[in-house]
């Protein structure tokens, strides 16, 4: 089992920014990536932005590309997203979570574990 703890979230004026983290637990955590989703009232889940633990490699939305920051550290079992430059509608509950294959990172249907989400507000 793996445990993911978000924090960092709260409420900021538009083209502020913040900083999410992401605490894992659990005594395996050999997972393939690790990803950010965010949910707003009414809106289903949607991707924002993943890394591969091997290599590295990050992936984002076109809606935060350029904005958004994703790294982890794999040796602390954290994950980050630094975001940039916020506008009203990233106002959303941000989710990390955990990804044991190597392929559907975009999709939060192929994720095995969850945290319990970070409120993000951005006002205008």
């Known amino acids: 089992q793996v445990q993911l703890v978000e924090s960092g979230g709260g409420l900021v004026q538009a083209g502020g920014s913040l900083r999410l983290s992401c605490a894992a637990s659990?005594?395996?955590?050999?997972?393939?990536?690790m990803g950010w989703f965010r949910q707003a009232p009414g809106k289903e889940r949607e991707f924002v932005a993943s890394?591969?633990?091997?290599?590295?490699?990050?992936y984002y939305a076109d809606s935060v590309k350029g904005r958004f920051t994703i790294s982890g550290d794999n040796a602390k079992k954290m994950v980050y997203l630094q975001m940039n430059s916020l506008k009203p509608e990233d106002t959303a509950v941000y989710y990390c979570?955990?990804?044991?294959?190597?392929?559907?990172?975009?999709?939060?249907?192929?994720?095995?574990?969850w945290g319990q989400g970070t409120q993000v507000t951005v006002s205008s």
């Open positions: 890394i591969y633990w091997s290599g590295g490699r990050t």
């Open positions: 979570a955990a990804i044991s294959s190597v392929a559907g990172i975009r999709s939060p249907l192929t994720y095995d574990y």
């Open positions: 659990g005594r395996t955590f050999s997972n393939a990536a």
